[in-house]
């Protein structure tokens, strides 16, 4: 029963919940700032906003399309004759306005053009999805990997102390003649190593931050931790078929292939119907005037109107037709394999963040009995030590296996949420709620 108070506080230091300040930046806070910060997701935000003009862009191929033309020009004319008859010289002004309006009727491309702009903007939209999901997951694993960085040189710090005590001692039992030489040299070996080992944990919490401010420009001070007494919950369903079945139909990455396969079809059709015959309404006007041209002569001035059909059948271009079609073709078979494979990678994605969440918490309630029978051992080694019948190895190898369940503790429970937010995200289903619920773990 001694052990459950230290168990309590090793738990606490290991899920990283002391003294957390009350202006500690959450999970949540952190997405928010990097939604508006992160410059992968602006870049996403600025690709759907390009994906999404391809639909006016495609609509323009079915719509009027009005072209306005003139031109001024300056003549030097100098005219000779071959009999012999005098010549002349003139130098006028002509002048010219032309307006021409099409309207396409048929034009089979066009149209396949507009529908794969429909399915373009789709694409985009699915697209920026994924890039959301993905910035969910990087903010995450970020916040945790800060988390628990920090929880590593809190415990780094905390082994060195355990050993400098343990060396102290080891020291003084020498001097009094109740322990060996070899004590106080491993003592001071694992005092040596803690030191160079809280080092090390001091440097990559210092990197994990510069991965934080990579995403949101900033540092915060302090982040919220996970409160104590944390229970994990199983997924629900608590069914790895139905996670896969929902990944099938909601996954943005199976949607963008979905889209690019049918853009790809698509492609392939339109590059047929260049073979195809258009057909045009066109109507033009033209005011033109010149100046006199020769000596003597007389300016004028022209009005012509002409509205009608214009058709043009395609006969022969070199073997071009055939060609796209072949490479739409060959593109259409890749996006077909692209989109086989997306299916199987997310289906895989999903079982393996599934296995990550039901085996997580399994991890956590293992280690948790693993943190008291650790801290039991300790005891009852000191102890041992003590009465004489453990020796001052035998306490530095149990503080060591209690200092290493307690990193796997927290190693555990961090996982776990990422994993939590990684089932959503291959599911298809991942949003802001769910980070929000995740949030909740978090206490102040």
Do not use: C
């Amino acid at each position: 029963m001694r052990a459950l108070p230290f168990l309590r506080i090793l738990t606490g230091i290991a899920v990283g919940i002391a003294t957390t300040p009350v202006f500690a930046a959450d999970l949540l806070s952190i997405y928010r700032e990097a939604q508006k910060e992160d410059a992968v997701f602006a870049a996403a935000r600025a690709n759907l906003a390009a994906g999404q003009e391809k639909l006016p862009q495609g609509l323009s191929g079915l719509l009027p399309a009005v072209t306005l033309s003139g031109n001024t020009l300056y003549n030097d004319r100098d005219l000779q004759f071959r009999n012999g008859s005098p010549g002349a010289n003139a130098r006028f002004n002509s002048n010219a306005l032309n307006v021409t309006a099409t309207q396409p009727l048929f034009r089979a491309q066009s149209w396949i053009t507009y529908e794969q702009a429909k399915n373009q903007v789709t694409l985009a939209e699915a697209a920026f999805l994924q890039a959301n999901h993905d910035l969910m997951i990087r903010v995450a694993q970020t916040y945790f990997d800060v988390l628990l960085a920090e929880n590593n040189v809190s415990l780094a710090t905390a082994q060195k102390t355990a050993y400098a005590e343990q060396l102290a001692q080891a020291k003084r039992n020498f001097e009094v003649g109740t322990a060996t030489i070899t004590d106080s040299n491993d003592a001071q070996a694992r005092h040596d190593l803690a030191f160079s080992q809280e080092i090390g944990a001091q440097n990559d919490l210092e990197v994990k931050k510069q991965a934080l401010r990579q995403i949101i420009g900033n540092v915060p001070p302090s982040l919220s931790r996970i409160s104590g007494g944390f229970t994990p919950p199983l997924p629900a369903p608590n069914a790895m078929e139905a996670w896969v079945e929902q990944s099938a139909t909601a996954s943005p990455q199976i949607k963008s292939a979905q889209m690019a396969f049918a853009v790809a079809t698509q492609e392939v059709t339109k590059n047929r119907g260049a073979h195809l015959p258009t057909l045009d309404a066109v109507a033009s006007y033209a005011d033109s005037a010149q100046g006199a041209g020769i000596q003597g002569g007389t300016g004028f001035d022209s009005t012509t109107r002409y509205i009608g059909l214009q058709l043009a059948v395609p006969i022969y271009q070199g073997g071009l037709v055939n060609s796209k079609v072949r490479e739409a073709l060959a593109n259409q078979e890749k996006a077909r394999q692209d989109l086989e494979n997306a299916r199987r990678t997310v289906a895989q994605n999903t079982r393996a963040a599934f296995l990550g969440v039901t085996s997580g918490v399994a991890q956590i309630k293992a280690l948790e009995a693993a943190l008291v029978s650790s801290q039991s051992s300790l005891d009852s080694t000191k102890l041992g030590q003590e009465v004489g019948v453990r020796t001052q190895v035998d306490v530095l190898n149990a503080q060591q296996q209690l200092i290493t369940t307690r990193r796997d503790y927290a190693q555990a429970i961090y996982g776990y949420a990422v994993n939590v937010l990684k089932l959503k995200a291959a599911a298809g289903t991942l949003a802001e709620a769910d980070l929000a619920y995740v949030n909740q773990w978090l206490g102040n």
